[in-house]
């Protein structure tokens, strides 16, 4: 088996290696780490310590016979930073994951019908999707999670909302395009019903497309879900959460913390710059670009 | 049906097919709707089991034709007959029941097929759309198709996607397609011209064995002469959306009547004899936009036999004996 | 000899292997002929043509020589490939919509390239000796202050040759020129480029996959299949007794009218560019092919003054 060669390849690779690292975290980081992320009391045979808070980096403490390692330190809490920074992963990849598989599920269907159907549902659809598109989607998120309240359900619908429109454009530019393709007139003289062309012909020909979308907006979407936490919506403490973290971090920043904030944010930018690797790759690979002689 | 056994396969009275434009200001203001008229007046039969080409250049109105006869597209005017039923009066159920008789083979088979389907299964699709006969058999029919447009193993076939065939092997795909629901009439729309060379011939003689093996009518759609000639037993001649001489292939191409076959018959490259400098026709200019089109005889401006007469007078389709027609001031 | 070919290879690298799109071909062209280039799709005719004015992308390896006037246009460096484009060597694209600029008048094209290589002094000059050239190629000189798209298919083509005529090269490269134009302009063209022919007397290299304009146009044809030369000679000895089995093939293979209605296709399917067949490249669909033609590659061997590679007919 051949190297990597050329970007695509490179891209998926990293992209997929740390796309794969998050997901893992995700799955099993909150039960590796457990109460260390929202608690700072150790118990040691029945007795309570409580974790000094602030510790910094690389700090070993001892408590009732109980060493205790924390590489990345302590926040305000005296909670462990490493076990808020893994656990954290549960809740921000949940919600990514939930709002783009509920923008790619709605957008895709109203797109489709939309696209296919035409004539004025279409003309309202697309009026409507514009101008949701047109809205800054972190303000429309916040609009709506403010509305719903906290939990993950909630939190992913107010971010869903903001990437339908994403997929429902494309989706929907795909299908007006394939609506005049021969294989569809083909269909047609065949006998075919709409049902029929929608799922059988139109629907597997914008997947590639659906498909290399996913990624990016995964990526936007834990940015978005970060932007929420950090004003403090969405999220009932002590559940980890990077963007809160990063946000209670950002005021202790000054007072020369740095590592309650810094970790947090690290975490985010590398968890987004997975997905979007992993997302540009996908793109390049199944929309090629360049044209083969 | 209502349609009555031993009536041809198809007539075409008088079709005409008009496309509405998009309203520029000055239509507003001059209150005015213009047309597209791709299909102006057009009448034609065919005969059963035999092949009728229907040659022209862009904007001829040909492949327009094609799409009016199978449903893809509505006649602004006239009749379309099916084995003597007017579509217009069918029911839902008997119109579907007619229109699964008439199939068609695409231009270009690099776009005529779903490139995320597999070649099998697109071939089978007519037929469980159609719902025709429990599942299983459905794919025994479908590999017969395949095998009977030359593409063995079947099975092999079958599982491919289009990207992993030849131009000439796609069409072949599109052909079976066409003939899974064993149709009575096939519109074979231009499907060489996007073809390989090689492969051109092959299609032509799978087209014609298909057509005596199973007892097909074929309406085969060309701008290219040495084809028709190859596979045709009548011809239509069409320009600008109207039909300018028709007749057996072999009166028509031997002796044309009308300046514009025989500019057609001219204009094509000749391999080895010199063609007579007598017969040589040489037509001014190029084809006007299918938007304006020239008064009288639409070919008037670029005719070296134009009079006043045809620059006024839009000439008749004439029945000038032995099954031929004309519409030429020349002939009348 | 003006133009000589030798043992052309261009190798292509796409995501699914290498595609070799030539194999070593050798060819020449004389002052003053026209040389027909036939072949289908995947004979590697427009990667030739391509080659020679060296204008394939930059993902393509090439080698051999191409000998113009003495020197090998493959080495040489930039600056002096772009003074001889279109002044000594000039081409011809099969869609007259894409080889102009969209954005600029007719007469804009032409006084660049003037300009460009010092053959106008003033942009008037450059403009009224286009109008003379367009005037001679039918099409009226006002068109010379439009944009393409206000051209029909044939004007846009006649200002392409135009444009290529213009600098007086000495060889032209038509690269199915007719292709995309209705039936009875491609009349118009074709004759045209025979009147062109007799006029100014350069060489062509008249790319297509049509046999019936090699033979109106063309002096000699060189008959090309999967990358390799199948057989050269004079257009009329070739069309009336061909010599390799393709050309044969070829030739029954498309109908001509007044003729038999049958015609007799090829076995077979195109070879894939990235694996072609060993041997002869043409035996799998080959009538006489044996296991010679399964191994063994024919060399293209001169037969009194026709060249042929073919184990049986050379």
Same mark, same amino acid.
Request: aromatic letters at 6%.
């Given at each position: 088996?051949?190297?990597?060669?050329?970007?695509?390849?490179?891209?998926?690779?990293?992209?997929?290696?740390?796309?794969?690292?998050?997901?893992?975290?995700?799955?099993?980081?909150?039960?590796?780490?457990?109460?260390?992320?929202?608690?700072?009391?150790?118990?040691?045979?029945?007795?309570?310590?409580?974790?000094?808070?602030?510790?910094?980096?690389?700090?070993?403490?001892?408590?009732?016979?109980?060493?205790?390692?924390?590489?990345?330190?302590?926040?305000?809490? =005296?909670?462990?930073?490493?076990? @808020?920074?893994?656990?954290?992963?549960?809740?921000?990849?949940?919600?990514?994951?939930?709002?783009?598989? #509920?923008?790619?599920?709605?957008?895709?269907?109203?797109?489709?019908?939309?696209?296919? #159907?035409?004539?004025?549902?279409?003309?309202?659809?697309?009026?409507?999707?514009?101008?949701?598109?047109?809205?800054?989607?972190?303000?429309?998120?916040?609009?709506?999670?403010?509305?719903?309240?906290? =939990?993950?359900?909630?939190?992913?619908?107010?971010?869903?909302?903001?990437? #339908?429109?994403?997929?429902? @454009?494309?989706? @929907?530019?795909?299908?007006?395009?394939?609506?005049?393709?021969?294989?569809?007139?083909?269909?047609?003289?065949?006998?075919?019903?709409?049902?029929?062309?929608?799922?059988?012909?139109?629907?597997?020909?914008?997947?590639?497309?659906?498909?290399?979308?996913?990624?990016?907006?995964?990526?936007?979407?834990?940015?978005?879900?970060?932007?929420?936490?950090?004003?403090?919506?969405?999220?009932?403490?002590?559940?980890?959460?990077?963007?809160?973290?990063?946000?209670?971090?950002?005021?202790?920043?000054?007072?020369?913390?740095?590592?309650?904030?810094?970790?947090?944010?690290?975490?985010?930018?590398?968890?987004?710059?997975?997905?979007?690797?992993?997302?540009?790759?996908?793109?390049?690979?199944?929309?090629? @670009?360049?044209?083969?002689? | 049906?209502?349609?009555?056994?031993?009536?041809?396969?198809?007539?075409?009275?008088?079709?005409?097919? &008009? &496309?509405?434009?998009?309203?520029?200001?000055?239509?507003?203001?001059?209150?005015?709707?213009? &047309?597209?008229?791709?299909?102006?007046?057009?009448?034609?039969?065919?005969?059963?089991?035999?092949?009728?080409?229907?040659?022209?250049?862009?904007?001829?109105?040909?492949?327009?034709?094609?799409?009016?006869?199978?449903?893809?597209?509505?006649?602004?005017?006239?009749?379309?007959?099916?084995?003597?039923?007017?579509?217009?009066?069918?029911?839902?159920?008997?119109?579907?029941?007619?229109?699964?008789?008439?199939?068609?083979?695409?231009?270009?088979?690099?776009?005529?097929?779903?490139?995320?389907?597999?070649?099998?299964?697109?071939?089978?699709?007519?037929?469980?759309?159609?719902?025709?006969?429990?599942?299983?058999?459905?794919?025994?029919?479908?590999?017969?198709?395949?095998?009977?447009?030359?593409?063995?193993?079947?099975?092999?076939?079958?599982?491919?996607?289009?990207?992993?065939?030849?131009?000439?092997?796609?069409?072949?795909?599109?052909?079976?397609?066409?003939?899974?629901?064993?149709?009575?009439?096939?519109?074979?729309?231009?499907?060489?011209?996007?073809?390989?060379?090689?492969?051109?011939?092959?299609?032509?003689?799978?087209?014609?064995?298909?057509?005596?093996?199973? *007892?097909?009518?074929?309406?085969?759609?060309?701008?290219?002469?040495?084809?028709?000639?190859?596979?045709?037993?009548?011809?239509?001649?069409?320009?600008?959306?109207?039909?300018?001489?028709?007749?057996?292939?072999?009166?028509?191409?031997?002796?044309?009547?009308?300046?514009?076959?025989?500019?057609?018959?001219?204009?094509?490259?000749?391999? *080895?004899?010199?063609?007579?400098?007598?017969?040589?026709?040489?037509?001014? *200019?190029?084809?006007?936009?299918?938007?304006?089109?020239?008064?009288?005889?639409?070919?008037?401006?670029?005719?070296?036999?134009?009079?006043?007469?045809?620059?006024?007078?839009?000439?008749?389709?004439?029945?000038?004996?032995?099954?031929?027609?004309?519409?030429?001031?020349?002939?009348? | 000899?003006?133009?000589?070919?030798?043992?052309?290879?261009?190798?292509?690298?796409?995501?699914?292997?290498?595609?070799?799109?030539?194999?070593?071909?050798?060819?020449?062209?004389?002052?003053?002929?026209?040389?027909?280039?036939?072949?289908?799709?995947?004979?590697?005719?427009?990667?030739?043509?391509?080659?020679?004015?060296?204008?394939?992308?930059?993902?393509?390896?090439?080698?051999?020589?191409?000998?113009?006037?003495?020197?090998?246009?493959?080495?040489?460096?930039?600056?002096?490939?772009?003074?001889?484009?279109?002044?000594?060597?000039?081409?011809?694209?099969?869609?007259?919509?894409?080889?102009?600029?969209?954005?600029?008048?007719?007469?804009?094209?032409?006084?660049?390239?003037?300009?460009?290589?010092?053959?106008?002094?003033?942009?008037?000059?450059?403009?009224?000796?286009?109008?003379?050239?367009?005037?001679?190629?039918?099409?009226?000189?006002?068109?010379?202050?439009? !944009?393409?798209?206000?051209?029909?298919?044939?004007?846009?083509?006649?200002?392409?040759?135009?444009?290529?005529?213009?600098?007086?090269?000495?060889?032209?490269?038509?690269?199915?020129?007719?292709?995309?134009?209705?039936?009875?302009? $491609?009349?118009?063209?074709?004759?045209?480029?025979?009147?062109?022919?007799?006029? !100014?007397?350069?060489?062509?290299?008249?790319?297509?996959?049509?046999?019936?304009?090699?033979?109106?146009?063309?002096?000699?044809?060189?008959?090309?299949?999967?990358?390799?030369?199948?057989?050269?000679?004079?257009?009329?000895?070739?069309? $009336?007794?061909?010599?390799?089995?393709?050309?044969?093939?070829?030739?029954?293979?498309?109908?001509?009218?007044?003729?038999?209605?049958?015609?007799?296709?090829?076995?077979?399917?195109?070879?894939?560019?990235?694996?072609?067949?060993?041997?002869?490249?043409?035996?799998?669909?080959?009538?006489?092919?044996?296991?010679?033609?399964?191994?063994?590659?024919?060399?293209?061997?001169?037969?009194?003054?026709?060249?042929?590679?073919?184990?049986?007919?050379?």
């Amino acid at each position: 088996m051949r190297g990597p060669r050329g970007f695509p390849e490179w891209g998926l690779l990293v992209g997929g290696v740390i796309t794969a690292a998050f997901l893992v975290l995700a799955v099993v980081g909150s039960s590796l780490v457990g109460e260390r992320a929202v608690s700072s009391t150790v118990y040691v045979d029945g007795r309570a310590y409580q974790i000094p808070p602030l510790l910094p980096p690389g700090t070993t403490i001892e408590v009732g016979g109980l060493v205790l390692h924390f590489p990345l330190g302590t926040d305000q809490l =005296g909670r462990d930073v490493l076990a @808020r920074v893994v656990g954290g992963a549960r809740f921000v990849l949940t919600v990514a994951f939930f709002s783009t598989a #509920i923008s790619a599920l709605l957008g895709t269907l109203l797109g489709l019908i939309s696209g296919y #159907i035409g004539g004025m549902l279409d003309r309202a659809l697309s009026l409507f999707m514009d101008s949701l598109y047109a809205f800054p989607g972190l303000i429309l998120a916040i609009a709506i999670a403010a509305l719903l309240g906290v =939990g993950v359900l909630n939190i992913s619908l107010a971010i869903a909302v903001v990437y #339908i429109p994403s997929f429902f @454009r494309m989706v @929907r530019g795909v299908v007006l395009s394939l609506k005049a393709s021969p294989f569809v007139e083909a269909a047609l003289v065949a006998g075919a019903s709409s049902w029929s062309i929608v799922l059988k012909h139109i629907l597997p020909n914008t997947l590639p497309q659906i498909v290399s979308l996913l990624p990016v907006t995964f990526a936007d979407a834990i940015i978005t879900e970060a932007g929420l936490t950090f004003l403090g919506l969405g999220i009932e403490p002590p559940t980890p959460d990077w963007g809160f973290d990063l946000n209670k971090g950002r005021q202790f920043f000054l007072a020369g913390y740095w590592w309650i904030g810094l970790f947090p944010g690290l975490m985010i930018v590398l968890s987004v710059l997975g997905f979007l690797l992993l997302g540009e790759a996908l793109n390049d690979l199944l929309n090629p @670009r360049k044209v083969e002689a | 049906m209502r349609a009555t056994s031993g009536a041809e396969p198809l007539v075409v009275e008088n079709l005409k097919v &008009y &496309y509405p434009l998009r309203r520029t200001l000055e239509d507003l203001l001059r209150g005015r709707r213009r &047309y597209l008229r791709a299909v102006d007046g057009v009448s034609l039969r065919l005969a059963e089991k035999t092949t009728l080409a229907l040659v022209g250049e862009s904007g001829s109105g040909k492949t327009t034709i094609a799409r009016a006869v199978v449903g893809l597209v509505e006649p602004t005017a006239g009749r379309i007959l099916l084995w003597g039923a007017d579509l217009r009066t069918l029911e839902r159920e008997e119109l579907r029941k007619v229109r699964r008789l008439v199939q068609m083979v695409f231009q270009d088979p690099s776009t005529s097929l779903n490139p995320r389907m597999k070649v099998g299964d697109q071939v089978k699709y007519p037929l469980d759309v159609n719902e025709l006969g429990p599942p299983e058999e459905r794919r025994e029919r479908a590999l017969e198709a395949l095998e009977l447009v030359g593409l063995k193993p079947a099975e092999d076939f079958y599982n491919r996607y289009p990207h992993q065939l030849s131009g000439g092997q796609r069409q072949r795909v599109a052909i079976a397609r066409a003939i899974v629901l064993r149709p009575r009439l096939l519109i074979a729309d231009e499907p060489i011209a996007n073809v390989d060379v090689s492969a051109r011939a092959q299609i032509l003689e799978l087209l014609r064995e298909l057509k005596e093996s199973m *007892g097909l009518s074929m309406v085969y759609i060309t701008h290219d002469l040495s084809s028709a000639w190859s596979i045709a037993d009548s011809v239509v001649v069409m320009y600008l959306g109207k039909v300018v001489e028709s007749g057996g292939v072999e009166e028509v191409f031997g002796e044309p009547l009308h300046p514009y076959t025989r500019a057609l018959l001219h204009a094509v490259p000749a391999i *080895g004899a010199e063609k007579a400098a007598a017969e040589a026709i040489k037509l001014k *200019g190029e084809i006007p936009n299918p938007l304006e089109i020239p008064s009288g005889c639409r070919l008037h401006p670029r005719c070296p036999f134009a009079t006043d007469k045809c620059r006024v007078e839009e000439p008749e389709l004439r029945d000038v004996g032995r099954g031929r027609f004309v519409a030429c001031h020349l002939y009348s | 000899m003006m133009l000589q070919v030798q043992n052309l290879w261009v190798k292509y690298e796409t995501r699914r292997g290498v595609v070799e799109a030539l194999s070593g071909v050798s060819l020449s062209v004389q002052e003053g002929e026209v040389l027909g280039l036939v072949g289908e799709s995947g004979s590697g005719k427009s990667t030739l043509g391509l080659a020679i004015i060296r204008l394939l992308p930059r993902s393509a390896k090439v080698g051999g020589a191409v000998r113009f006037n003495g020197r090998d246009l493959l080495q040489l460096p930039e600056d002096e490939l772009r003074r001889i484009r279109g002044r000594e060597i000039s081409m011809v694209f099969q869609d007259p919509f894409s080889s102009l600029n969209p954005v600029m008048r007719i007469g804009d094209h032409f006084a660049e390239l003037m300009l460009e290589h010092g053959a106008a002094k003033s942009r008037d000059e450059a403009l009224e000796a286009a109008g003379n050239i367009l005037e001679r190629l039918g099409v009226p000189r006002e068109r010379l202050g439009d !944009y393409p798209h206000q051209l029909s298919g044939g004007q846009r083509q006649r200002v392409a040759i135009g444009l290529a005529l213009i600098l007086k090269p000495r060889l032209v490269i038509a690269d199915e020129i007719t292709t995309a134009l209705d039936a009875l302009v $491609e009349r118009q063209i074709i004759d045209l480029v025979k009147e062109v022919k007799k006029e !100014y007397k350069t060489s062509m290299l008249f790319i297509t996959h049509n046999m019936g304009l090699v033979a109106e146009v063309a002096d000699r044809v060189c008959v090309m299949y999967a990358g390799k030369v199948a057989e050269v000679g004079g257009v009329r000895e070739v069309v $009336e007794d061909p010599r390799h089995p393709y050309t044969e093939a070829l030739l029954k293979s498309v109908p001509k009218i007044g003729g038999s209605k049958r015609v007799q296709p090829i076995p077979g399917e195109p070879p894939d560019m990235r694996n072609p067949p060993s041997g002869c490249r043409f035996h799998p669909r080959c009538p006489l092919a044996t296991e010679k033609c399964r191994l063994e590659e024919p060399e293209l061997v001169n037969v009194g003054g026709r060249y042929v590679a073919c184990h049986f007919r050379s």
